[in-house]
């Protein structure tokens, strides 16, 4: 059983900052990839930033500059998002891709955190 908890969503004004966590456990495997995802009613979900094994790190243009990913030891992503917009606001969503011992890449998400950004 896998499981992703995400914490650290809320209601924040405008310029405001707020840092989002993802702890993944369970029978996960190697993590390849952890990032964040945002979905807002009526559009598809777009990837806001990942880490990949290692250093490597990609961001959506919309928020370069501004959010900053980063993993820990223990199998957490962080999302620190400053300078935030209300276009920001959104539900956003921890995506883990892992290897599994057959060899095999799953993909696995979390329940996702309210962020809202008010003007």
């Known amino acids: 059983q896998v499981q992703l908890v995400e914490s650290g969503g809320g209601l924040v004004q405008a310029g405001g900052s707020l840092r989002l966590s993802c702890t993944a456990s369970?029978?996960?495997?190697?993590?390849?990839?952890m990032g964040w995802y945002r979905q807002v009613p009526g559009k598809q979900r777009e990837l806001v930033a990942r880490a990949a094994s290692g250093v490597t790190t990609n961001y959506a243009e919309s928020v370069k500059g501004r959010f900053t990913i980063s993993r820990d030891a223990k199998n957490t992503v962080y999302l620190q998002m400053n300078s935030l917009k209300p276009e920001d606001t959104a539900v956003y969503y921890c995506h883990v891709r892992a290897r599994r011992s057959s060899g095999y890449e799953f993909d696995y998400w979390g329940q996702g955190t309210q962020v809202t950004v008010s003007s």
């Open positions: 369970g029978n996960i495997g190697v993590i390849n990839v």
